[in-house]
């Protein structure tokens, strides 16, 4: 063979490859390598529960341990539209703040922009679908963005009341003041009301399981969800939210479409009106 001709065969061959065992080592150092970076990121993503509302759950389970389940003032499906029981009676909201704990909603409607306070609270946030103007700084309103603000920024917001001394904070962290207020039409508001009640309830019991053990016991079940299960409160007002908060709850995500079935039922949305009263 010519000399041109070995150096063009050279030129054109297939590149020498390493040995097989050598290639199978680099390869697995590569999977390794991938597999613990995928996890790291896994780890990182998964959310957590604040030490505030671990916290909280750890107070309640103390006051239940005292409590007979159905003892409470108001029994399971009852609908909360009064806000008026001292909330130091219901085992499920912890005492060590009570009175500002139990209208930590309010919170939640200020950061919705409502402008008048509006009641049953549980009733009214979890069933807004654009319908409330009536409590809003405009109408019509952005529904998704509204929600999207309060799943953003409810942890936050939660952690600041959990944590406060209204001694030293004032009641402003864990409620907000409204001069006008609106309730739900009196004609069928029990019977609406306990329907989203329950939807909220029974993934309330889902997340709760080890800390309260039979949900009966408390007063106001869905007082408490606001304060001790946030990842519920986001479910029931996001149809795409994740109640299980990436597998750290045992707890299905389909709150919301429970509600939209409860409105259903009771004529739609538009039969879910507030009724105002000016001061």
């Not at 006051?63 to 499920?92: F, N, R, Y």
């Not at 907000?176 to 993934?203: F, G, I, K, M, P």
Request: net charge negative; hydrophobic share 35%; glycine share 6%.
């Amino acid at each position: 063979m010519e000399p041109a001709d070995e150096e063009l065969q050279q030129l054109t061959a297939p590149p020498a490859r390493a040995p097989n065992n050598k290639a199978r080592a680099i390869i697995g150092c590569v999977a390794l390598a991938s597999t613990a970076l995928l996890f790291a990121v896994t780890q990182q993503q998964k959310p957590t529960t604040s030490a505030a509302v671990l916290a909280a759950r750890e107070i309640v389970k103390k006051q239940i341990a005292t409590t007979t389940p159905g003892a409470g003032p108001h029994g399971p499906g009852d609908a909360d539209v009064t806000h008026e029981a001292d909330s130091c009676s219901d085992p499920c909201i912890p005492c060590t703040n009570a009175g500002s704990y139990s209208s930590f909603p309010t919170i939640v409607q200020h950061l919705m922009v409502y402008n008048k306070e509006a009641t049953p609270y549980g009733g009214v946030i979890f069933t807004d679908r654009g319908q409330y103007g009536i409590v809003h700084q405009e109408d019509p309103y952005d529904v998704r963005s509204m929600v999207s603000s309060v799943v953003d920024q409810y942890d936050a917001l939660l952690d600041t009341c959990l944590n406060s001394d209204p001694t030293v904070d004032g009641a402003d962290t864990c409620s907000h003041y409204y001069v006008n207020s609106c309730d739900l039409d009196q004609s069928s508001r029990d019977s609406q009301v306990s329907c989203v009640e329950a939807c909220v309830t029974d993934r309330f019991a889902a997340t709760m399981k080890g800390t309260i053990d039979d949900v009966s016991v408390c007063a106001y079940p869905v007082s408490s969800t606001f304060l001790l299960a946030p990842n519920v409160v986001k479910s029931c007002m996001d149809p795409t939210y994740d109640a299980s908060e990436n597998g750290l709850y045992d707890v299905d995500s389909d709150c919301y479409e429970c509600i939209s079935g409860c409105m259903e039922a009771q004529g739609g949305v538009d039969a879910w009106v507030l009724e105002c009263e000016e001061r």
